[in-house]
């Protein structure tokens, strides 16, 4: 297995390219092993020393590294990952029916339909804005969401009122909103009842 490297913007993060599916039409960013409660990669990413954030794309894993020396911490990543997808490991598990975490991350997710967006007047759940809901046995919710464009005035007020309506939920002990790009959102990420709303056919 041959796994490619390609540089990015930012001089401290990487991507990896495995040359095999890692997370199919999705984009799902970490900031923090606790972040990661589902994917198992992740967290072992952020077991290696000097690895700030993980990024699962449809095809490769970006690292972020935390002022380290690539020198080094590229082999320990390429090492992981190889045994990783050499052993045909998950990349992102479910959390098992009736568990706490995975109870509180719908009760986030269904929070969040409260939160409305001021430009398409209709909720942010359905719209397709939220991109993932992670929650914590001890109360902990990473709720990773988009807009609908990069410098969408109504960014500040729909990550506050995310944040606010996830707090809101009992049991939340803590609540970080990460905002990303990847993938931009398009359309044909809402829900069927957000295309009837808005008259859109598949």
Same mark, same amino acid.
Do not use: W
């Given at each position: 297995m041959f796994i490619q490297t390609e540089a990015t913007d930012s001089p401290?993060?990487?991507?990896?390219?495995?040359?095999?599916?890692?997370?199919p039409g999705r984009v799902l960013s970490y900031d923090s092993c606790d972040a990661a409660l589902r994917s198992p990669l992740a967290r072992a990413l952020f077991e290696i020393d000097g690895v700030a954030g993980v990024a699962l794309g449809p095809d490769y894993v970006a690292v972020t590294q935390a002022g380290g020396d690539w020198k080094f911490l590229k082999p320990m990543v390429l090492g992981l990952l190889m045994d990783h997808f050499l052993a045909d490991a998950p990349v992102l +598990? !479910?959390?098992?029916? =009736? =568990? %706490? *975490?995975?109870?509180?991350?719908?009760?986030?997710? !269904?929070?969040?339909? /409260?939160?409305?967006?001021? %430009? /398409?007047?209709? #909720?942010?759940?359905?719209? *397709?804005?939220?991109?993932?809901?992670?929650?914590?046995?001890? *109360?902990? +919710?990473?709720?990773?969401? $988009? $807009?609908? $464009?990069?410098?969408?005035? @109504? $960014? #500040?007020? /729909?990550?506050? =009122?995310?944040?606010?309506? @996830?707090?809101?939920? %009992?049991?939340?002990?803590a609540v970080e909103v990460e905002l990303t790009y990847e993938p931009p959102w398009t359309p044909q990420m809402m829900s069927p009842e957000a295309k009837s709303h808005f008259n859109m056919f598949d």
């Open positions: 401290e993060r990487i991507k990896f390219l495995p040359g095999r599916p890692v997370l +598990v !479910e959390a098992a029916p =009736g =568990g %706490e *975490g995975e109870t509180l991350a719908d009760q986030v997710r !269904e929070a969040l339909r /409260l939160v409305i967006d001021p %430009e /398409l007047g209709f #909720n942010i759940v359905d719209l *397709g804005l939220i991109y993932d809901v992670a929650a914590t046995p001890d *109360g902990a +919710v990473h709720v990773t969401m $988009t $807009t609908t $464009t990069r410098g969408c005035p @109504a $960014t #500040n007020y /729909l990550k506050e =009122g995310s944040r606010e309506a @996830a707090g809101s939920v %009992e049991g939340t002990r």
